[in-house]
T-cell receptor, first 114, second 115 residues
């Protein structure tokens, strides 16, 4: 059963534009939501993460928006650059349950055109 | 390099053969995780260790799969009697779980191809 739904599957953005990737979850026990960036041939690397007690977190050009009532969260990449071209995964984890296994979305392949 | 390392990076084997992968976590990390990633999908959890104890196993981990972390440092993942459906990227991650720390750092993965 897929517990984290991610969209779109692929995204093409012009340089300088805003990239938006969305995720929705079902399990209300999830309480930590990281985004990972993966380049071809590499393992995923943590980009930014949020806890449900805040609605937004910003780090540089990357922002997570979180809507607890809708059980949705999204990644915004401002001023997108060709170097941002990668696959992005959202994930969720129920930290308070004592398990540490991440549930990942299916990924979004982002291409930023120069 | 102080990141998570995995060996080999690529493995091609014939159906029915056994394969073993190794993961060396970040040295002070006490938790180690194995994930499997197939093309176009996100990583799927397989199992994790706290120090040398294997605490959780996914239903994806059939009897042909076994993982060990004998001294609480490096870990091995063995697949016996490989099947074509085992072809995937096998990712290892580690974390330091103290005072709420839980960020998982991933290695580059081992890509397995079963012919």
């Amino acid at each position: 059963q897929q517990q984290v739904k991610q969209s779109p599957q692929s995204l093409i953005v012009q340089k300088g534009g805003i990239s938006i990737i969305n995720c929705a979850y079902e399990n209300t026990a999830f309480d930590y939501f990281p985004w990972y960036q993966q380049f071809p041939g590499k393992g995923p690397a943590l980009l930014i993460a949020i806890r449900p007690d805040v609605s937004e977190k910003k780090e540089g050009r990357f922002t997570i928006s979180f809507n607890k009532s809708a059980k949705q969260f999204s990644l915004h990449i401002m001023d997108s650059q060709p170097g941002d071209s990668a696959t992005y995964f959202c994930a969720a984890i129920p930290l308070n349950s004592g398990t540490y296994k991440y549930i990942f979305g299916t990924g979004t392949r982002l291409k930023v055109l120069a | 390099d102080t990141g998570v390392s995995q060996n080999p990076r690529h493995k091609i084997t014939k159906r029915g053969q056994n394969v073993t992968f190794r993961c060396d976590p970040i040295s002070e990390h006490n938790r180690l995780y194995w994930y499997r990633q197939t093309l176009g999908q996100g990583p799927e959890f397989l199992t994790y260790f706290q120090n040398e104890a294997q605490l959780e196993k996914s239903r994806l981990l059939s009897d042909r799969f076994s993982a060990e972390r004998p001294k609480g440092s490096f870990s091995t993942l063995e697949i016996q009697r490989t099947e074509q459906g085992d072809s995937a990227m096998y990712l290892c991650a580690s974390s330091l779980v103290v005072a709420g720390g839980h960020e998982q750092f991933f290695g580059p993965g081992t890509r397995l191809t079963v012919l």
